[in-house]
């Protein structure tokens, strides 16, 4: 079972970091976006939008969340809901800072 | 389009996926929604049960609710449990108890992807062994007490909520706290063998009123989101609140027939079989009952009521099997439009169940209470 707490204290998240999809969740395409699975916590995220989801997937590839924003077009009023989307995706360990 | 829009115009694969692994069980509960007992010769072989868990990794079925009947009781039974876990389908079983010894106990907190629900269905052995049958308390205890000394972490304990146990929420709450357990509650619905008790058993009006307060102040005590109908009480219950039957949800009972929920074994409510062509796939996806279910409902009788977005007009299958239309209210519809309907009913002939495994004996209450 593992417990899903931690006593680490909890790392802000920082869009000039880099991030990358926990190996241990799994993403389902939807005619909405994505669902989001994560097996150790066994929580369930749905991501409704599927700009979200290629920005998600592409995090990998980036230095920082930043820069994974720019090459996905995701700028003015959309990007601090899209921060803020990845920012509860990191607080419940669906992305891990690298 | 909002989250709940998404969910009613259907997923993908389900979300919630119960699969059904036998009718044999050595209990005879009187609520018990698949009406099990005994064991159906076609019920699905290792192989074929292989092929499903096969075919829902593909799918992307993140993890299934395993019940019966008493799944254990399959002699395969821990096989496909670790074919699961082996395909990247996570399993949470749920179980009377009577074979989680300390050894099952010990191979079982190995397993990071196996969660366990143990049923009671009282917070003491008058009350439980009422539902459940003599010893079934003292039974559900004795495997909590191996799981909890083979340090399997935190279990589930699954109450379903009848007039006779309500009173009992914070007797649960102290139960599951002493074993660490989290503790889920869900709501009683006349399907099975329910559809005999469920007029002496479900919660009276204020009992359910009770129970959502309750339930409000306790975010963490689960539900399955069963008590969406309470949300029109006021503040919405956390959860899902609308009925998921084939949208989200469906059930693959032991011989392979797809339902749209577990509460719903009955022919007018099957899907397909997964030994169809094409397989659970086809007919999760292409069924014209799952289709129709996609489409958007009518409120119905409920269309003037100022509650119905809060409350949807509540559960199918209660509805189904109180002999109410399905787009009527819930039966126990919390402004009480629920109640007219099934006293209507009553002398009328309600649905028959679908199969019943039921054992020959006639299921008899312990003694009146």
Known sequence: MGCVGSTEPSMKFDIDRAYRLNDRVALRPEPFGALAYHYGNRRLNFLRAHDLVTVIESLAEHETVRSAFDAAGIAGPRRPAFEKALASLAESDFLVAT | MSLTDD????????????WELTYACNLQCVHCLSSSGRRDPRELTTTEAEAVIDEIQRMQVFYVNIGGGEPTIRPDFWHLIDYCVDHDVGVKFSTNGSRIDPRVARELARSDYVDIQISIDGADAATNDHVRGEGSFATALTAMDHLADADFGEFKISVVMTRHNIGQLDQFADLAHRYGAQLRLTRFRPSGRGAATWHELHPSDQQQRDLYHWLL??????????????????????????????RVVCLVDPVGDVYAC????????????????????????????FAGLREPQSAGACASCGEFDACQGGC?????????PLDGPDPECVNGYGEELVAAAAGATRPLVGADHSRPSPVKFLGRR
């Open chain 2, 7 to 18: 969910m009613k115009a259907g997923l993908q694969a389900p979300i919630c996926l119960t």
């Open chain 2, 217 to 246: 102040d306790r975010p963490d005590v689960l539900t399955g989101d069963s008590f969406f109908h309470l949300s029109a009480l006021g503040e919405a219950l956390p959860g899902l609140n609308l009925c998921g039957a084939g």
């Open chain 2, 262 to 289: 577990p509460f719903v074994l009955h022919d007018d409510f099957k899907a397909g079989n997964v030994r169809d062509e094409g397989g659970f796939e086809r007919v999760w996806r292409n069924s014209e009952l």
């Open chain 2, 316 to 324: 199918m299958a209660a509805k189904f099997f109180t002999g109410i």
